[in-house]
């Protein structure tokens, strides 16, 4: 902590000098080493303290700034070390300014009356009638608000939760706001009741009001020309840029909004990106990603989320308002102009193609298309399993993970075959076999849940759901055993026994965390029963996370013994060996088609205006110089080598069991 001294008589006479004054030069107090050098044109109200001035600053094109103040009128401010402040047209007021910060040709930087700093603040998430209002803080997490947004259920966690984030937020109250270290202010308007972190960039931005940048070294925050905040925290690594507004929004780590985007009482949670677009009331989870000026995402629930260009969505039905909310499992998709009327609610990794009215929950049947087909929705189960996007998606999610904080506030599972996802196939070819079973194998058109199936659908997704379910298990099996040494089938068994009775039962996605509804609910009761703090339930969250693979095999195992008709005591080499090679099968299977479809990329339909004014050999060669050839595009021989992979690992485990 700094020590500070009055001014001495010489140093107020030379201030004066530089175009200084003050409202009471003995509220004024300097370091010790402080010089009169680098101040002119400053004047100083209420309590003022301030460091020294040694640091150039480098700016673009050659251009040195050394600290100092100038042009500018402070109150009640602490000026740290190596600070350069000018041209501020109105005033600062009631900041610590910590060193190394430049403040440049800024309205206005004010803290009016006591103030969280936007922690507190209540966002009307999915439904904008109210009812759903989630308080907003420095470091809320993914898993923590999907718990406060549908749980209404359970009023005393909900109440426990909100009194714990009051409390946080009282506890930040203060007059006094903070600008951390080598934060950059530049060309902006107003700035009010708004705490800055360190490394922060802020250029050009038109008004900042009432809100928190969580930025840090390792993940400076980034708010660019005419954005406009209220309301708001912004995690760190954020970027909101090119006129961009957001209004009572909580933005999560590593997110992207630009390209004038518009974004009302919305959550945003990690690597989420909107551009051009419209969101309004919605809770996006990780990945959600919106790139199109004509996209509405509203009154909706999203993660790992594509929204196509023209995406819209309806919650008013002109009776009581908007009031009406939709919800699409990780992984959905939405294709250009596509429409959704909610309350509806779409399965995991979904492709919504179309317009669709009638309030659809395909929730039990994921990897689905969802095609409009006149004024029907018409529903394709299982048949994203084959897709090479989905497969791409899958791949490219943690590649993109633009976190670089090393405390990261989302614990996510990026597994495509999970418990989660796989309990749903489970669940979802029971739907189509009971389909069969009650209207009848030779029906044409079934009717589920206000869609349309096919006859051939329904079989093709059964077998799609098989061929996972046989991949996911396996693939459970083979990771339980690599590394095993011993062919003694008392030693296998051993090994294939769960570490812990946790993971049973069903299974939930928590906006990007999948754990055991069991266990979640463990963590609930203990919230109920006040015995929890915010830190502890993040703790809790992310102990969920590290679990990941003990629960699924405990879930996974009792779905073997199911399929083996017997307990992990009663198997022998047999049972093993068989599941291999069913799991073999089914990832062949499965690859052979995710290779067909990635054939059709490269087809006569593909290469339509290559080649433009030659023949159909000059066409081939046009097209094969941009996107190259089928043989050697790397998804495909990824897709190839996948399969050498998998077959050598599963006979390899074969090999070693004697039978």
Known sequence: MSIYRPLTEKEIATLTVYGCSAENWKNVEVVEDFT???????????????????????????LKKHAGLNNCCLHNCTIGNDVFIDKIHNYIANYTIDEGTYIENVNLILVD?????????KVPVMNEGGGREIPIFDWLSAPLAYVLTLYRHRPGLIQNLQNLIDAYANSLQSNTGQIGKNVRIVNCGSVKNVKIGDYAIIEGASLLENGTVNSNQMAP????????????????????????LVSRCFIGQGCILGKHYSALDSLFFSNCQGMHGEATAIFAGPYTVSHHKSTLLIAGMFSFLNAGSGSNQ???????????????ERGAKTTSDSYLLWPAKIGAFTLVMGRHYKHSDTSDLPFSYLIENATESFLVPGVNLRSVGTIRDAQKWPKRDNRKDSKKLDPINFNLLSPYSISKMMKGAEVLRNLQQIAGETTAIYTYQNCSIKNSSVRKGIDLYNIAINKFLGNSLISRLNGLKTTNIEDLKNKLKPDTDKGLGEWIDLSGLIAPKNVVDELLTSIENGNETLESIQNEFELMHKEYYHYEWTWALSKLEKHWNKTVDDIDFKDVINMVELWKESVIKLDNLIYSDAKKEFDLNSKTGFGVDGDE????????????????NPFVLEVLKHIKVKTALGNELINKLPY
Request: glycine share 14%.
């Open 113 to 121: 009356g006591l103030s969280s700093f936007g922690n507190g603040v």
């Open 36 to 62: 009169t050098n680098f101040i002119s044109n400053v004047h100083f109200s209420g309590t003022v303290k301030i460091g020294t001035f040694n640091k150039v600053f480098d700016q673009a094109g050659g």
């Open 617 to 632: 050999e000059q066409k081939h060669k046009d097209f094969e110089s941009v996107r190259g050839s089928f043989e050697n």
């Open 314 to 328: 309806s919650n008013h039905m002109y009776k009581l308002g908007p009031i009406h909310q939709g919800i699409c």
């Open 221 to 244: 925050v980034t708010i660019g020309s005419g954005v406009k905040c209220n309301d708001f925290i912004l995690s760190s690594g954020v970027s909101v840029t090119d006129s961009t």
